[in-house]
């Protein structure tokens, strides 16, 4: 799918990355470059950046939205680089290479070195994208365990008495009837993780990307599952004290629909063959168990 324009897309970050060090050194320090050189330098300079943008532009949708998202951002960040490099030169003295010039040039060259890491197609990229929410979801559970291990009061750590005076304000402290509705959404959390683990496993082992409708369905995978990170975290921030029943049931309704459409799109895709069922099913279960739990929790808030 990406094989075409691979060479030519590899060549022409290749070729950006070298006009940003001739840009780099011919405003390096005396003599200033003549009118003519700068003319120069300053096509060949475009050249190379319309180069990089008609990489883009030449990957059709059709390969996959999620891929074609990742390389419009790398193609970005070169453009956006090299923009910050050409001020960076319009506004220092020429005396000499300034600190800033040389940490802006360098990072025209990692923009442009990161292409040989861009992935190769949209199975690939649904798979590093889903990886990523992974990782966040993984920080925010982990996060929450240790606040709920710690003991009684969450803030432990960044509250002093001496400095702030409150240590005794029950704001700042989980009841046990709070524990109780935590622990089920710490449930929902760790469905979370599983989830997400579960959905990057089968899309590394079955997904393809022979068809239109199996880039589709990658994407929509992966649309869907961008949306549990945020949804965790916002759970997350209602859990800590004052806890509010209310907006914690409300948050926890929001990520149990996401969690369960994410499981409803895995299934009817290509990814689940009939041998992957099983754990769907199990986990759309845990997301229903822990949600009536928490439901039952906080049936006097409505």
């Known amino acids: 799918p990406f094989t075409p324009t691979e060479s030519f897309l590899g060549q022409t970050f290749k070729v950006t990355s070298q006009e940003a060090t001739k840009l780099s050194l011919a405003f390096s320090g005396p003599p200033v470059a003549s009118a003519e050189d700068c003319r120069k330098l300053s096509e060949d300079i475009q050249n190379a950046i ?27 960040e070169v453009v956006e680089g090299m ?99 935590l622990s089920s959404c710490l449930g929902l959390m760790k469905a979370s993780k599983a989830c997400l683990k579960k ?24 649309d869907i599952a961008n949306e549990i990170s945020p949804s965790v975290d916002e759970l997350a921030l209602s859990m800590y004290p004052p806890v509010n029943e209310l907006a914690v049931r409300l948050n926890a309704a929001k990520l149990a629909s996401v969690l369960k459409k994410v499981l409803e799109i895995t299934k009817t895709s290509h990814v689940c063959p009939p041998s992957e069922e099983g754990w769907v099913q199990f986990l759309t279960d845990a997301v229903d168990h822990n949600m009536n739990k928490i439901k039952n929790f906080t049936q006097g808030q409505l």
């Open 199 to 222: 959905v990057l496993g089968v899309v590394k082992a079955y997904g393809k990307v022979d068809s239109p409708e199996q880039i589709a369905q990658l994407d929509d995978l992966a």
């Open 50 to 76: 319309l180069a990089v943008a008609t990489v883009y532009y030449w990957l059709p949708k059709s390969q996959g939205t999620t891929l074609r998202k990742m390389v419009r951002d790398a193609t970005t």
């Open 83 to 181: 923009i910050q490099l050409t001020e960076t030169i319009l506004s220092a003295p020429l005396e000499s290479l300034s600190q800033e010039q040389l940490i802006s040039t360098g990072g025209v060259w990692e923009a442009c070195e990161q292409v040989s890491n861009l992935p190769r197609d949209n199975q690939a990229a649904v798979a590093s994208a889903l990886a990523a929410c992974l990782g966040v979801v993984k920080d925010a559970l982990e996060e929450m365990e240790h606040a709920l291990e710690e003991g009684q009061d969450p803030y432990s750590d960044i509250m002093e008495d001496e400095e702030l005076g409150f240590r005794g304000n029950r704001d700042t402290y989980w009841s046990e009837a709070d524990r109780k509705l």
